[in-house]
């Protein structure tokens, strides 16, 4: 409890509200507590040479303190976010959960270590990165936002060879110029905006004329996208 009043002292000192950084706080519990369900759930074998009893034994215990896991982190998330954590993913995310700053943030820390493995950093209005990030966000559930950045990891990895030819034909270090159709593939929230153009696009293009965003940037990264499906000869 001290360490957690010291990290709200030190977030508030920072500008934060209260009420963001205890949230922020509360996801950091939940999370641990996830990590540790899933950390139980892997290890549900019993040790080398044990016996049937035993292994049955080891079994149920684990089973056991891995349901109860699940129930706590259940609990820990509720507190974080409310109650509000069922619904469907989809456009109008954002009217029933509105998207924080406290998201905003978790999705630009998530991000960019993703896109520096593809590119450099370049040019994008921070307050347009986080209306764009507020866009990608609206359409899920409070659910989905807290498990974005594993989402995002599982994108990158499943799209490597293809985001790496994306970039470099694209973005800063090809010959495309920061201005036009191509902005975004200048900015880490291309990633984020990517990931939603293959696994939601109704929904992205929903928030995005919500957002009043420009239509020829969500257009020309799905034109570079499609280029980037295969090695150009």
Known sequence: MNA?????E???????????????VALVEAGAIADAHSEIGERRGAPA??????????RDG??????????VAE????????????????????????????????AKVAVLPLYL?????????????????TAVLGTMNVVGRVGYAGRLEQFTDSWRDRLARLYAHYGPRGRIAVHGRYSL???PTSIAVLERLTAAPSALRAEW????????WLDGLLTAWEASDAPQG
């Open 75 to 106: 609990r820990a998330l509720t507190r974080a976010l409310g109650p509000q954590l069922s619904g469907s993913p989809g456009a109008v995310a954002r009217d029933r959960n509105p998207v924080g700053r406290v998201d905003v943030e978790r």
């Open 209 to 216: 004329e919500h957002a009043e965003l420009p239509p020829a």
């Open 49 to 58: 040479g044990s016996g049937e009893a035993y292994g049955n034994g080891w």
């Open 185 to 187: 593939l200048h900015s």
């Open 4 to 8: 957690k009043r010291t990290v709200l």
């Open 62 to 71: 684990t089973l056991a303190v891995s349901d109860e896991l699940a129930r």
């Open 10 to 24: 030190l977030l508030g000192r920072s500008g934060m509200f209260r009420d963001e950084a205890e949230e922020l």
């Open 117 to 133: 493995a593809f590119s450099d950093i370049s040019e994008l209005d921070p307050e347009v990165s986080d209306e764009v990030l």
